[in-house]
């Protein structure tokens, strides 16, 4: 009696996190459909590629996010981190002459260190995550403007930079790197998050922290851990932006932590913690980057467009509370 009544405990998260993806896969469809409908130039090839193009950033952003989001927590920061990479990169490629392949590691380290630092001052000084990161955004946006002297970093004398991101290493399949850059993160995501201790932790701290604190675990480590690891996902997100634009923008960032936590919302990721996929969050930043583009293909203003994805961002919250409810 109590196996079967575990095995039913245990198999209900796992039906609802489906019922979830299939809910957020339909909306997706929905979507294609509808602005196919509206538009001819909508399914064209280019069109679809430009899609998946624009979803890279958000989307390795909103993977790093969504690390963070399972503990219950928010990483406010993820944005200026990007630029502050970025702007890192072009430091050490442009400015001191290294070799691409360290100046991409030192991106990536720079994204690594915010991130450590900002779960630091979660664990150790107990600040909460919103005023935590809160200040690693204000602080990762300042050094960006300071370090660049407030003027772009141009890449265009390191030969092959921009292939990174726009080139193909598939022949002939005019993929983008920068989207299977984004398709291989969610890989690691997602082995993260399922098969590894990370995620086990990852959940445990989402769930109850406090009972996961009392059962042994180093609860401070390991929140600092997937703080890290959310600042090495927006450190790979800092070169494809930085790729894609051939340049380091020490004033672009700002806005793009909201789309990506949106898209992890989107994705069936519960902002009070324990619950999220990997899956999830791709067909969130998938939806996130078709309804911008379906809007702006039939020509609806700017700030309307804006008005249109802040409420999908209200219905995706008002139904992750409807079914906390239920629960």
Do not use: H
């Amino acid at each position: 009696m109590k196996t079967a009544a575990a095995g039913r405990a245990r198999g209900t998260p796992l039906k609802s996190g489906a019922l979830q993806q299939i809910l957020a896969f339909a909306s997706l469809i929905v979507l294609v459909l509808f602005f196919s409908a509206a538009s001819s130039n909508f399914f064209q090839f280019d069109n679809i590629v430009g899609i998946l193009l624009s979803t890279a950033v958000t989307g390795v952003l909103a993977l790093g996010s969504t690390f963070v989001i399972v503990t219950g927590g928010i990483d406010l920061s993820v944005g200026t981190v990007m630029t502050l990479s970025s702007v890192m990169t072009g430091v050490f490629i442009v400015g001191m002459g290294l070799p691409v392949p360290i100046g991409i590691a030192g991106g990536i380290l720079t994204g690594a260190v915010c991130g450590l630092l900002s779960g630091l001052s979660i664990a150790k000084m107990n600040i909460p995550p919103f005023i935590a990161t809160l200040a690693m955004m204000m602080i990762a946006k300042g050094l960006a403007l300071v370090i660049s002297g407030t003027k772009p970093i141009y890449f265009t004398s390191v030969k092959g930079f921009s292939d990174i991101a726009l080139s193909s290493v598939i022949p002939g399949l005019n993929i983008p790197n920068a989207v299977l850059i984004f398709f291989a993160a969610a890989l690691l995501g997602g082995l993260l998050l399922t098969k590894t201790i990370v995620g086990r932790y990852n959940f445990a701290l989402g769930s109850n922290e406090e009972a996961t604190r009392l059962s042994g675990v180093n609860v401070d480590f390991w929140k600092v851990v997937i703080y890290t690891i959310t600042g090495i996902f927006t450190g790979i997100a800092g070169i494809i932006m930085a790729s894609r634009l051939n340049s380091a923008q020490p004033a672009l960032g700002a806005g793009y932590e909201l789309e990506a936590i949106a898209a992890v919302v989107i994705g069936g990721t519960s902002l009070s913690g324990g619950k999220g996929t990997i899956l999830g969050t791709v067909i969130g930043a998938l939806i996130m980057s078709v309804l911008t583009n379906g809007l702006r293909i039939m020509s609806v203003p700017q700030e309307w467009q804006t008005v249109v994805v802040g409420i999908v961002i209200m219905l995706a919250v008002y139904t992750d509370m409807m079914r906390r409810r239920k629960k």
